[in-house]
């Protein structure tokens, strides 16, 4: 079982509707989450962080945690051209040294106008 | 430009060559996290640096590959005798500290072995 799962794709939404992303992570130690977006060619960006269960919103973008699950979601709403992108979902799994994110194979969106 | 610098941006080498990829961390930043993506794959975590310190570096591959954090400087990333395997895009990331979990990526080298 891979460490961190999503489902590749794409996933493809009509602008303005709602994007809604999965991930699931198999160690229960896990402390914090991200979820990054790289464009083609591009490096990965940061969008979102979440540490404690529940939702965390930043403009259009809410990520959902429940440890319990072992389960994070990101919901892109009012979806737009321009994110259509691979979303990254990555967690940081305690460890000795501690710090290295361990990430999922993404998810790639395609919003369609 | 107070991101996370790298160059070069694009370093093709022949088989048997060395490839030496630079990192200069976010102002501010003195933890570095080199990580690769092979074609259609993943990101993979390779090594984690402080300052003169590798604090871990159980994603590396044992042979040919190094990676130093000198007190003055940037982060290096070192592959020896390059084989074709090796192309891949090597992205570096920061943070300000071991506590701080987020984790800021710089444009990445593309390395290409021919």
């Known amino acids: 079982q891979k460490e961190v799962e999503q489902n590749s794709g794409p996933l493809s939404v009509p602008e303005g509707a709602i994007a809604s992303l999965n991930c699931t992570y198999s160690?229960?130690?896990?402390?914090?989450f991200f979820w990054y977006r790289q464009y083609s060619g591009k490096s990965p960006e940061l969008i979102m962080s979440?540490?404690?269960?529940g939702d965390k919103e930043d403009g259009r973008f809410t990520a959902q945690l429940n440890k319990a699950s072992q389960y994070v979601s990101l919901l892109i709403r009012d979806s737009q051209p321009s994110d259509s992108a691979t979303y990254l979902c990555?967690?940081?799994?305690?460890?000795?040294?501690?710090?290295?994110?361990?990430f999922g194979g993404g998810t790639r969106v395609l919003v369609k106008p | 430009n107070a991101g996370v610098m790298q160059n070069p941006r694009h370093l093709v080498r022949r088989r048997g060559q060395e490839a030496r990829l630079r990192c200069s961390p976010m102002?501010?930043?003195?933890?570095v996290y080199w990580y690769r993506q092979l074609p259609e794959e993943g990101l993979k975590f390779m090594v984690y640096?402080?300052?003169?310190?590798?604090?871990?570096e159980s994603g590396m591959p044992k042979e040919r590959f190094s990676a130093e954090f000198p007190k003055e400087g940037p982060s290096i990333l070192r592959i020896q005798q390059v084989v074709r395997g090796d192309s891949a895009a090597y992205f570096c990331?920061?943070?300000?500290?071991?506590?701080?979990?987020?984790?800021?990526f710089g444009p990445g080298t593309r390395l290409t072995v021919t």
């Open positions: 990331a920061s943070s300000p500290s071991r506590q701080a979990y987020e984790q800021y």
């Open positions: 160690d229960r130690v896990s402390q914090s």
């Open positions: 979440i540490y404690s269960n």
């Open positions: 990555a967690v940081n799994i305690l460890g000795a040294a501690g710090n290295k994110l361990t």
């Open positions: 102002k501010g930043h003195s933890h």
């Open positions: 640096l402080q300052k003169e310190n590798i604090i871990d």
